[in-house]
């Protein structure tokens, strides 16, 4: 089994659909209370396609209201 508390920080990659990453996000926090800080990368809007900035927002408000004070 792997120990999940050697890491700090938690990087995910946000697509148009937030839910795998909340998912991951998520079973991360519970199994690991060492997570400082989690990132977002999200790509911003162009000619060629919409941006993820704001399932990026949506996905940080849900897990701050979710998890602040827990740890």
């Known amino acids: 089994m792997?120990?999940?508390s050697?890491?700090?920080q938690?990087?995910?990659l946000i697509d148009a659909n937030p839910l795998p990453n909340f998912v991951a996000?998520?079973?991360?926090l519970?199994?690991?209370s060492n997570i400082q800080t989690?990132?977002?990368?999200?790509?911003?809007?162009?000619a060629l396609q919409a941006g993820?900035?704001?399932?990026?927002?949506n996905l940080?408000?849900?897990?701050?209201?979710?998890?602040?004070?827990?740890?």
């Not at 940080?60 to 740890?71: A, D, I, S, V, Y």
């Open 2 to 4: 792997m120990n999940y």
């Open 6 to 8: 050697e890491f700090n």
């Open 10 to 12: 938690l990087i995910l």
């Open 25 to 28: 996000a998520d079973y991360f």
């Open 30 to 32: 519970q199994l690991n």
């Open 38 to 46: 989690i990132w977002l990368l999200h790509s911003e809007a162009n």
């Open 52 to 57: 993820t900035d704001k399932p990026a927002k």
């Open 60 to 71: 940080e408000t849900l897990l701050r209201k979710l998890w602040e004070g827990k740890q």
